[in-house]
């Protein structure tokens, strides 16, 4: 009965700042391996941000120094802040539980 909800996502110009959240239930976010993964159109799905139980969290290249991944216990939520937009973050943006689990994933469009 694991469920993934995502939020947040929209549409906004090059270089404005999203916040996208996940809502999970029937899991401890504390306790998984959580991350975001995005999908473009006519591209393979690819990984965004990750985040071990222990916290760590590992980003794509693309994603350094302008996405942050993070997760609220109490509130059982992952989030992704991405912050200085581009024109290629456009995609469907999901939340997983170990590639296991998936949201139905939210639209980022970002225009130029």
């Known amino acids: 009965q694991v469920q993934l909800v995502e939020s947040g996502g929209g549409l906004v110009q090059a270089g404005e700042s999203l916040k996208l959240s996940c809502a999970a239930s029937?899991?401890?976010?504390?306790?998984?391996?959580m991350g975001w993964y995005r999908q473009a159109p006519g591209k393979e799905r690819e990984l965004v941000a990750y985040?071990?139980?222990?916290?760590?969290?590992t980003y794509a290249d693309s994603a350094k120094g302008r996405f942050t991944i993070s997760r609220d216990n109490a509130k059982s939520t992952l989030y992704l802040q991405m912050n200085s937009l581009k024109p290629e973050d456009t995609a469907v943006y999901y939340c997983?539980?170990?590639?296991?689990?998936w949201g139905q994933g939210t639209q980022v469009t970002v225009s130029s």
């Open positions: 997983s539980v170990s590639g296991i689990y």
């Open positions: 029937g899991i401890i976010v504390s306790a998984k391996r």
């Open positions: 985040i071990f139980s222990s916290g760590t969290t």
